[in-house]
């Protein structure tokens, strides 16, 4: 029998990423927000859930308090309803906002946040754990549990987790003690046990937005800002662990003006921590989107991943890597194309090293901020990339969420999935797989035509359906598999096509 051969448009190191259009997650009458340091608000599991958290202060409660929010994108039912993951501690009478997210390597995901009765909500440290279940939100435990000591007259604040292949989940926050002390305080989840409490850098320097990653060989990184004295620009500061040993604080931005905000990631490929921040550089009085890396031991000179030079503020961003070792940022910047609002701004580093020119990937005329960004990782998505953000177009602050396009991965020789495979579309001997739903995160896929087959000359050959496709009888050629976004109040219907080349 002739071999088929497909060939496809793949996402390659150095190749711009197409992305997806918005889609509106909430539809309140009251604020819906994400935080603004590093901390993890969206998250992928492996059988490609997508979990979505954030704190809003709803009115519609009667005595409305800060709370914890949460919805996730199921494969073949779409987004869920928003649910008050800290209803339990809202009828203890106490504000719960800023929030972060994590999935282990089971599956497990947990999610961490900030507690007091005062809108501060930064007096403890509160958690809950979900094995998902269902179509809906369902999984979660009943009842919220304290993470952080019980005892009162402490300041706990920026919460944030990461997790190792190992299954280890990692919590830090910024503890501030009674009498002055300011610590990153560390704690590790293995099993269903919590270990005992680190104080990493326990001293009177000022340290604030801890960010925590894990390394594929179950090291654990630290990253925040702050001062190694009692003045004095704020700088990016690292400590890292191996196996049970925490090494020396490290200075990762070496600024002569203040740096801060980092996040956190750790090339799966290399293994090496990559840190990205706001900062300023040393000539100008902008803030810039910073990166550095620790390769050989130390960390190296530090690139601007925005534009040098650049008459405009750039804003707080996050830093994911792809299980090709491929990096990729997210900030709120405004540019030369949007001069007066800033929008959501994406570059790529690719495995070689170089950042792409930034892009704009919102052009909505209203403010938005904070974006989180997370990797497909080892899961059942088609997607690469998700974010999601804070966005007032809407005349209150909703949260978006976008992905990347679908990358079609076809070959008439698919190779065994790995920890860094993703299931995508395949064809073996003649016979075309597509994923279930192509279009199901663009939004309502009831109202999304199937995908179509075209020819070169844009002539339909025919209709495509999730699942099995027999492509044998067709001649060698240049097709394209043509799929249709979901139309929505503020987007309308908008067009995707991958190219598909056959050779026999």
């Not at 997650?25 to 490609?48: E, I, M, P």
């Not at 949007?338 to 403010?367: C, D, K, M």
């Amino acid at each position: 029998m002739k071999r088929m051969v497909v060939a496809v448009l793949l996402l390659a190191a150095g190749m711009a990423v197409a992305w997806e259009p918005d889609v509106r997650l909430t539809d309140n009458s009251y604020a819906d927000y994400t935080y603004w340091s590093g901390q993890r608000r969206v998250a992928v599991d492996s059988g490609g859930r997508v979990h979505v958290i954030w704190y809003v202060m709803n009115t519609g409660l009667g005595t409305y308090r800060f709370q914890v929010y949460y919805k996730r994108y199921n494969p073949g039912f779409g987004w869920t309803q928003d649910t008050m993951l800290s209803a339990d501690l809202y009828a203890d009478s106490t504000n719960n906002k800023y929030p972060a997210i994590a999935v282990d390597s089971s599956g497990r995901v947990v999610a961490i946040w900030g507690n007091d009765t005062s809108s501060d909500a930064d007096a403890f440290i509160y958690y809950k754990t979900c094995m998902p279940e269902g179509d809906g939100n369902g999984g979660w435990d009943s009842a919220s549990r304290l993470l952080s000591p019980a005892t009162t007259g402490y300041t706990r604040e920026s919460p944030n987790l990461a997790a190792t292949p190992d299954g280890h989940v990692h919590a830090v926050w910024r503890e501030v003690k009674p009498g002055g002390s300011i610590s990153i305080a560390y704690r590790e989840l293995i099993d269903t046990v919590w270990q005992p409490q680190a104080d990493l850098e326990p001293n009177s320097n000022y340290k604030v937005y801890p960010a925590v990653a894990g390394g594929p060989d179950n090291s654990v990184h630290v990253v925040w800002h702050g001062r190694n004295g009692p003045s004095g620009n704020y700088n990016i500061w690292h400590k890292s662990r191996t196996d049970t040993t925490w090494g020396v604080m490290e200075n990762v931005s070496n600024g002569s003006r203040h740096q801060m905000y980092p996040s956190l990631a750790v090339d799966p490929v290399a293994g090496e921590p990559h840190a990205l921040w706001e900062g300023y550089e040393a000539s100008g009085i902008r803030l810039r989107i910073i990166h550095n890396h620790r390769a050989g031991g130390i960390w190296q000179a530090c690139d601007t991943v925005s534009e040098p030079g650049s008459a405009y503020d750039q804003d707080i961003g996050q830093i994911a890597f792809t299980r090709d070792g491929a990096g990729h940022a997210v900030w709120v910047g405004r540019s030369d194309s949007f001069p007066t609002v800033g929008q959501l701004r994406y570059s790529q580093r690719s495995i070689t090293g170089t950042w792409g020119a930034p892009e704009n990937i919102t052009s909505a005329a209203s403010t938005r901020e904070r974006p989180s960004i997370a990797d497909g990782g080892n899961s059942a998505s088609p997607f690469h990339l998700h974010v999601v953000w804070s966005d007032y177009r809407d005349g209150n602050s909703e949260m978006y969420y976008k992905h990347d396009s679908v990358v079609l991965a076809l070959s008439d020789n698919p190779q065994p999935h790995d920890r860094g495979a993703r299931p995508m579309a395949s064809i073996v001997r003649g016979v075309l797989v597509l994923p279930r739903d192509m279009t199901e995160l663009s939004g309502n896929s009831d109202r999304v035509p199937r995908p179509v087959l075209l020819d070169a000359t844009g002539r339909k050959v025919i209709d495509l359906r999730p699942g099995v496709n027999d492509l044998s009888g067709l001649a060698a050629g240049v097709y394209f598999v043509r799929e249709q976004s979901a139309a929505s109040t503020q987007h309308p219907v908008t067009w995707n096509v991958k190219k598909v080349v056959i050779q026999k």
